[in-house]
DNA sequence: CCTGATTTGGTGGACTCTCGGACATATTCA
DNA sequence: TGAATATGTCCGAGAGTCCACCAAATCAGG
């Protein structure tokens, strides 16, 4: 390699036959993995963790300290024993920057993310619900400007993530009650013109995934189900080597599965979907109907406030509540086998006892012989969660997931 | 590659690197995974199949021809337009064989398969259910001995399959309900030394899905579902690249998620799993309680012949079986995006008529943005379908589905 | 203060792949 | 008979890893 860093040619990309080019980009790949998820350590550490010759290691090293993404720590103060002190590498600031676009119900976020997971800079912008496809693209694409254009030509991709049902591959939103504006957007393409950089476009949950595994409490976990649980829900899970994903990459859509085929109707115009009885809507028309706490009105923080207060109603809806969470994440037991839950959303404000009794019903929701084991946790990405997801999103399919292959010799 | 096809190493197998010579098997997999697929072919054509040069194509399939695996035909009588004649190369008769052994309900089939899905030696043997541990592997390695005895050291690998949830990594029967004394079995080790090849442990729905993916209606397919349908219920799904597999790659158990959190308790020890109102035992229990044709000693095939007769009972009991079949598909669709499905087990007897109602039933159940071209069809697998599913998951195994990385340029 | 054990990082040659272009071969069409 | 077209092969270049040494830095002990 020298030192002129050649245009390397992407191959894989049409779909062809590896190559033993995209043996080194699926290395590198792999290194650079390594350093996300269990930190800083030396190039002999390294080699170690990755399972390959030293001297290997050191020349793909060589080619990342030079591109700039990599940086040479001070030898460190010597651990234990005798040798040669390690000298450990780590992420360079501002390493493979990547920018994050995050719409929601309500607002968008925007943001530059380095692979440390630090935001060198962040918006949040108002957006309104109502708003119609081409004033939504406008406000967006405006939000973009502000925190891109200093990042210009340094980005290496853009995540965008929406809360609906999208074909990732293709970057097309096919369903979005959330934000109506969404549906059938060209924002990918807008954003990829203005911005010159490849843009993934991505689910909520998923994206949430995706950032646990890289920045929260998935980091060094295989497998794992991130949940979203707000005025509406749904799930992205990990399992090894790979996002969950359905035909094309379609993104998965839990909260509509039936889970009581005489239930209420759903958004979606479905019957008994999981989200009927799982969003906090349910929590808060229950409230009404029982006429506990602040009815309507009320919220998981609220609810469990009062709960912890001694009120009885409170805590028994909240009971039902956990109950009805965990018919959802139990068939996420019994189907895949997830055993590890990071809960988002406006739901872990409901606070520690609440969490505790969602991990009992799940518990009691799962086939025996899956039952051990199982965690439930609440996010602690906390504001983040949505931008470094995002950002995830771009630096997971610049890195892969690398696909192990299981082949035998043949 | 000289004559005397040295022995390959399996570096990657270690969980390394990916190097050269890993790039080597992964291509030569994808090779015969397109002569599998799509039928046999000349090496410009095969090379055009998996986009590579044809001079790269070529050194695969020499290296190919001489281990024995596949054969070049006679110059075929010229398609269309000019140019010299093809050669079209198709798998060698006895090639890649695979022992399949099934145990299910009642019976263990046992088997010798080659790559084109012919079974060169075949038997069937009755097990009794109530049969212990050994007792029961001592009656299915007496079958194997009978059948495999002639092929020793010619098979790649021995997949067997079992109606249980199991983890194939580490070739352990979790539970199983249905043959008690597989839990815990020692098969695989006994199978491996007594055979000296690598046994694949795998659910049974899920061997149906490879099955019919290598050798079926799945053939060309990159996404489908096969379900099973009988006493018990599940569904193996084949998604683009890979089975889907829960954490640590345990099997699936579609049939125990909970679709009704009123329902009827079920084998597993839960309520309302989608196998206490989707299993032929159902199907059965309503009609002894409805009083329809033969009561609980009826079958789909009665009930289906009945209501083509224009019996209003049987017809009305067939609708209701067919919505609750719906259900748990349905939900593989939200989830999954799947939309074809291939129906295994005795359901499939109750005729064109109960087809066409399910399938109108699973696009109702459906989310609407995904409703569109959802089909469901029997298998045409019958007899063999066991069988040639346990072969098939050698033979995936073998050549993995090649992990497409999805990894830009770094 | 020197020596040996131990660990880290670098170098050069062998090996395994694919790629790209040039070349021989076989068949059809004008 | 000759041009066009498609198939299959040969050979050198390029990319990457592996292996076996070698140099450098630290510590323990005499």
Same mark, same amino acid.
């Given at each position: ?20 080019? $995209? ?68 992420? /360079? ?55 891109? /254009? ?16 999208? +074909? ?27 911005? +010159? ?113 001694? %009120? ?7 009971? =039902?509540?956990? $109950? ?21 959303? +406006? ?5 520690? +006892? ?17 039952? %051990? ?10 504001? %983040? ?22 082949? =035998?010799?043949?």
């Amino acid at each position: 390699m020298t030192a002129s860093q050649p245009p390397r040619r992407t191959r894989s990309a049409a779909g062809g036959l590896l190559s033993s080019s $995209d043996v080194g980009t699926a290395n590198r790949a792999r290194v650079l993995q390594s350093l996300l998820e269990s930190g800083p350590a030396s190039r002999a550490e390294l080699a170690r963790r990755v399972n390959v010759q030293r001297a290997t290691l050191s020349t793909i090293v060589t080619g990342l300290l030079q591109a700039g993404v990599l940086v040479e720590e001070d030898a460190r103060p010597h651990a234990g024993g005798a040798g040669k002190p390690a000298r450990p590498l780590s992420f /360079a600031p501002e390493a493979l920057l990547s920018g994050a676009v995050a719409v929601s119900r309500g607002a968008v976020e925007t943001a530059v993310v380095d692979a440390r997971g630090v935001l060198p800079a962040r918006h949040r912008d108002h957006l309104p619900t109502t708003c119609g496809r081409a004033e939504l693209e406008r406000r967006v694409l405006e939000a973009a400007e502000g925190v891109f /254009a200093a990042y210009r030509g340094r980005l290496r991709g853009i995540g965008l993530t929406v809360p609906a049902l999208c +074909d990732p591959e293709a970057g097309v939103v096919l369903s979005c009650t959330a934000v109506p504006g969404l549906e059938g957007t060209a924002l990918p393409r807008a954003l990829a013109t203005r911005f +010159d950089a490849p843009v993934r476009l991505e689910q909520d949950v998923r994206a949430f995934a995706i950032g646990e595994k890289w920045f929260g409490q998935g980091r060094g976990r295989t497998d794992f189900a991130a949940l979203q649980v707000d005025v509406g829900v749904g799930a992205g899970v990990m399992l090894p080597g790979h996002l969950l994903e359905g035909v094309r990459g379609y993104t998965t859509q839990l909260g509509h599965t039936c889970i009581d085929p005489d239930g209420a109707r759903c958004s979606c115009g479905l019957r008994g979907c999981w989200e009927t009885v799982a969003s906090t809507r349910w929590l808060r028309a229950e409230a009404a109907r029982r006429g506990v706490v602040g009815g309507r009105g009320t919220s998981p923080r609220r609810l469990g406030a009062r709960a912890a207060a001694g %009120d009885a109603g409170a805590r028994a809806l909240l009971a =039902d509540y956990a $109950d009805n969470l965990a018919i959802g994440m139990a068939n996420l037991v019994q189907l895949l086998s997830v055993r590890f839950f990071i809960v988002h959303g +406006d739901v872990v404000h409901a606070g520690e +006892d609440f969490r505790r009794l969602l991990h009992e019903r799940v518990v009691a929701r799962s086939m025996p012989a899956l039952a %051990d084991g199982i965690e439930v946790l609440f996010s602690e990405l906390d504001q %983040d969660a949505g931008l470094l997801g995002a950002a995830a999103t771009v630096l997971s399919h610049h890195l892969g997931d690398t696909p192990a292959p299981a082949h =035998d010799h043949l």
